[in-house]
């Protein structure tokens, strides 16, 4: 019950509508009994997030789709990790300071490994934004080789270059044998969310295939990849896992894993009922 002494964490980004974060970090907070509520607010800009998690003396926040970079320009401080990533998905108010991090490249690199060990695995990204960079970053520290594709071949190149990686071409990349591969782009969402940027005959049957994409669950990537045999991760469990993270950080507390991957699955539900 949300009462004067209640604190707020909130998700900024644009578009947050969509967003199944409020639902699983509530659940958290009430099944521990914390006077915590989680928010979601539409921000055009990054600079307005911060602004509002210091106005409304908000206790973190969580930051989506497009202010992942750009948010790091209005931060106090941005810890190591993300300065390597270059993205921050988390904030953290401290007194009077934000301090930023990134919690994206533990959702990957969690959710990958319930199925498949990662170090050694030749891997492709695609995409070239916050979560791509997560992406590369996680299966880098993981003992990954990580390969990189972007329909934008100069963001593609500069993103390459600065995480040390491979960039390829799209009409090549079927030729390396890639063992994994991750989807890091909003391809396969709302209005595009009968379309993959992979066609079904370039999967194959053993390849793991984590797309980013959560709504919908079954991606058309996904039911591709299933289809060829190959191992499918939902983005849900990427979700799951950044979200884990960013509780703990938030809290201090253990949190609870199975009430939050519950939320989320019973959010999905009740869309297509």
Same mark, same amino acid.
């Given at each position: 019950m949300i009462n004067a002494q209640t604190a707020y964490v909130a998700i900024f980004g644009n578009p947050v509508a969509h967003s199944l974060s409020p639902q699983m970090h509530n659940a958290a907070f009430n099944h521990l009994g914390l006077n915590l509520a989680f928010l979601a607010f539409k921000a055009n800009k990054a600079a307005e997030a911060a602004v509002a998690?210091? !106005?409304?003396?908000? @206790?973190?926040?969580?930051? !989506?789709?497009? /202010?992942?970079? *750009?948010?790091?320009? /209005?931060?106090? =401080? +941005?810890?190591? +990790?993300? @300065? $390597?990533?270059? $993205?921050v998905n988390t904030v953290v108010a401290q007194e009077d300071r934000l301090l930023g991090c990134n919690t994206d490249w533990l959702g990957v690199v969690r959710a990958l490994e319930q199925v498949t060990e990662l170090g050694g695995k030749r891997c492709l990204v695609l995409g070239a934004g916050g979560a791509a960079r997560a992406a590369i970053f996680g299966?880098?520290?993981?003992? $990954?080789? +990580?390969?990189?594709?972007? @329909?934008?071949? =100069?963001?593609? /190149?500069?993103? *390459?270059? #600065?995480?040390?990686?491979?960039?390829? =071409?799209?009409?090549?990349?079927?030729?390396? #044998?890639? =063992?994994?591969? +991750?989807?890091? !782009?909003?391809?396969?969402?709302?209005? !595009?969310?009968?379309?993959?940027?992979i066609s079904a005959q370039q999967l194959k049957g053993g390849m793991v295939v984590l797309d980013m994409v959560y709504r919908p669950l079954e991606t058309r990537l996904l039911k591709d990849a299933a289809t060829a045999g190959s191992i499918c991760v939902s983005g849900l469990e990427m979700l799951l896992h950044q979200g884990v993270a960013q509780f703990e950080i938030w809290t201090g507390e253990e949190a609870p894993v199975e009430v939050m991957r519950q939320a989320l699955v019973e959010s999905l539900a009740n869309e297509t009922d």
């Open positions: 998690i210091r !106005t409304l003396g908000l @206790r973190g926040a969580s930051i !989506t789709i497009p /202010h992942k970079e *750009a948010i790091m320009g /209005h931060l106090d =401080e +941005v810890d190591d +990790v993300g @300065r $390597a990533i270059g $993205a299966l880098q520290n993981s003992g $990954a080789e +990580v390969f990189l594709m972007n @329909r934008n071949q =100069e963001r593609g /190149h500069s993103l *390459a270059a #600065e995480m040390n990686c491979i960039l390829v =071409e799209w009409q090549s990349w079927d030729r390396l #044998e890639i =063992e994994l591969l +991750v989807n890091a !782009t909003p391809v396969g969402m709302s209005a !595009t969310r009968d379309q993959s940027l």
